[in-house]
């Protein structure tokens, strides 16, 4: 079974320009994550989808980020523009059911620096 | 508000000495509790979980950690380092009051030959 894939690995964009991230989850998977980590510092959370509807955004920074899962199967995290604190590395996580005992399954994530 | 304290940003180690890598949290209710390995150049993989039950839990690649409620802790130890071990490791919790992980900030294992 493939595990959480996350689309490109690496990205380096100038400051001001638009940058998307993909990420498709474990089939069957309805919960959807989306992590930030920021270097040096802890990995730390974003927003939930379950399946197209955003459960929580509570993570989101501000109105420069945009998740999106049409047809609750792939998510898309756009950041528009990009500013040079948004450099880091963007983690997407899927589960099957919603629950803090519930384990979450990681993609290798994409590194993202903003110059 | 939860917060996740590893101690130790990076930890070495003789391959064949005790592993131990310590994490701490603050919460007013006993959390749910993980243990994640990310090796280079692939996502966060799941070593072991604590929900109910037994204090001691066992994870894959023979770690295991023990939740302590009266220490807010979940070290995560392994008898013996092998080289396959260098990574880094994280210590993550949730609660019911809504289901996102809050991470520590992580530990880098080195293990010496």
């Known amino acids: 079974e493939a595990g959480v894939t996350q689309f490109p690995s690496h990205s380096v964009i100038e400051k001001g320009q638009t940058v998307t991230l993909r990420c498709d989850p474990i089939?069957?998977?309805?919960?959807l994550y989306w992590y930030r980590r920021v270097m040096g510092k802890e990995i730390k959370f974003l927003l939930h989808?379950?399946?197209?509807?955003?459960?929580?955004e509570s993570g989101m920074p501000n109105n420069r980020f945009l998740a999106e899962r049409t047809g609750g199967t792939y998510s898309t995290l756009k950041v528009q523009p990009a500013e040079l604190e948004d450099s880091g590395v963007y983690f997407c996580?899927?589960?099957?059911?919603?629950?803090?005992?519930?384990?979450?399954?990681f993609g290798p994530g994409t590194r993202l620096l903003v110059l | 508000a939860q917060s996740v304290t590893q101690l130790g940003s990076h930890v070495s180690v003789s391959e064949g000495a005790l592993v131990l890598l310590r994490c701490n949290y603050s919460?007013?209710?006993?959390?749910?509790l993980f243990w994640y390995v990310q090796y280079p150049n692939q996502g966060l993989q799941l070593l072991l979980k604590?929900?109910?039950?037994?204090?001691l839990v066992k994870g894959i690649n023979g770690f295991e950690a023990e939740f302590k409620k009266s220490e807010t802790s979940f070290h995560l130890t392994k008898p013996s380092a092998h080289m396959s071990d260098a990574a880094e490791y994280f210590c993550?919790?949730?609660?019911?009051?809504?289901?996102?992980?809050?991470f520590g900030t992580g530990t880098s294992l080195t293990v010496i030959p």
């Open positions: 919460s007013s209710v006993p959390p749910y």
């Open positions: 996580a899927s589960s099957l059911s919603w629950g803090p005992e519930e384990t979450q399954y």
């Open positions: 604590y929900t109910t039950g037994a204090t």
């Open positions: 989808f379950v399946k197209e509807s955003k459960q929580d």
């Open positions: 993550a919790v949730s609660r019911w009051t809504g289901n996102q992980f809050y």
């Open positions: 089939s069957g998977h309805d919960n």
